[in-house]
């Protein structure tokens, strides 16, 4: 009782730690903070870091930002697409500005996003916000493998080193690189950017082919999805990414995808991917077939990919499927 106490006394409002050491937490550790604060704790780590800095912020002023439920993020969306929980869509609606060209270019569409205490950052709520504005407000909409592809192209063009937080300038090279400088017109060319990295555009001054230019976005989003220091990506965050490229990219379509996160959703105790297991997925969707014809557990294929075509192999889909 006495353990208890203390941590209640530790874990408040007051003390929530800042920003940069919420990012640093592991992810039960953020969950046993919103346990103790009272409010909702699902999402992956960047939905649970937001929830946190948001209870920190507001604490001065009295004012819960969690009456109507805290606006979730387009990791979170995707992540809960199956219905885990709900919010509606006017909620989110009443968070995010009404849409519209800007005039005065770049700079003034990132004024829109820009935190208040810094108006050369868009910080993890800004980028929420810019992120509903691009679905339309249509919930939906922003939990497809497409629209979370479109942000992490965005983050790409826009020179991010962490999802969602940008800086005016690479904002505004980004910007200025896609020839967009709205919400509508990135709208209205979302499926021709998205050819960019799916291999339908090359960038020449960038790379020499389509293939060379998917593999460098494929690689930079690892990297932007790996916390600080680390050598590896937690794995709700893999799972939205590799929806995201991999059923999301026109053209990069991976047979294993759906299985694959299904293999993972299943290993519970599995909590992070390190680089080789990206990039081994990469390469076994090209060389393996649904059949798996082409794989042979001699060849030196990650452990978890033979662990994956294992425990495919006794899945009644699959063997309705391949063993009929």
């Not at 993020?73 to 609606?93: C, D, F, I, L, N």
């Not at 690689?219 to 999301?248: N, T, W």
Request: with cysteine; charged share 25%; glycine share 8%.
């Amino acid at each position: 009782p006495g353990r208890d106490s203390d941590r209640e006394m530790k874990r408040s409002r007051e003390t929530v730690p800042a920003l940069p050491a919420l990012k640093k937490m592991k992810v039960s550790e953020l969950k046993d903070w919103c346990i103790d604060l009272g409010v909702k704790k699902q999402g992956v780590k960047a939905d649970l870091v937001a929830i946190l800095d948001a209870a920190r912020s507001t604490t001065s002023s009295g004012a819960s930002p969690f009456h109507q439920g805290p606006p979730r993020t387009p990791v979170q969306q995707v992540a809960t697409a199956g219905g885990q929980h709900k919010t509606s869509p006017s909620a989110y609606r009443s968070l995010v500005p009404t849409p519209q060209a800007k005039k005065g270019g770049a700079a003034a569409f990132f004024a829109s996003y820009a935190t208040e205490s810094d108006p050369k950052v868009i910080d993890l709520g800004g980028f929420v916000k810019l992120g509903l504005d691009l679905a339309g407000g249509d919930e939906e909409r922003s939990m497809t493998p497409q629209h979370t592809a479109l942000l992490f192209y965005l983050c790409w063009k826009m020179k991010a080193k962490s999802f969602g937080e940008l800086t005016l300038e690479g904002f505004t090279a980004g910007c200025d690189a896609i020839k967009c400088h709205s919400v509508q017109e990135i709208r209205d060319k979302a499926a021709a950017l998205l050819l960019e990295v799916s291999g339908g555009k090359v960038d020449p001054s960038r790379m020499g082919s389509a293939e060379q230019t998917f593999q460098a976005f494929h690689s930079f989003v690892y990297d932007m999805l790996r916390p600080e220091g680390k050598k590896y990506i937690e794995k709700e965050m893999a799972m939205l990414a590799l929806q995201a490229i991999f059923l999301g990219l026109e053209g990069r379509e991976s047979r294993h995808t759906e299985l694959f996160v299904k293999f993972l959703t299943a290993r519970e105790k599995l909590e992070i991917l390190n680089n080789d297991q990206w990039k081994g997925f990469l390469q076994f969707s090209r060389d393996v077939d649904v059949a798996f014809s082409g794989y042979s557990d001699a060849d030196p294929w990650p452990s978890l990919l033979d662990d994956f075509v294992t425990w495919a192999k006794e899945q009644k889909e699959w063997k309705d499927v391949h063993e009929a």
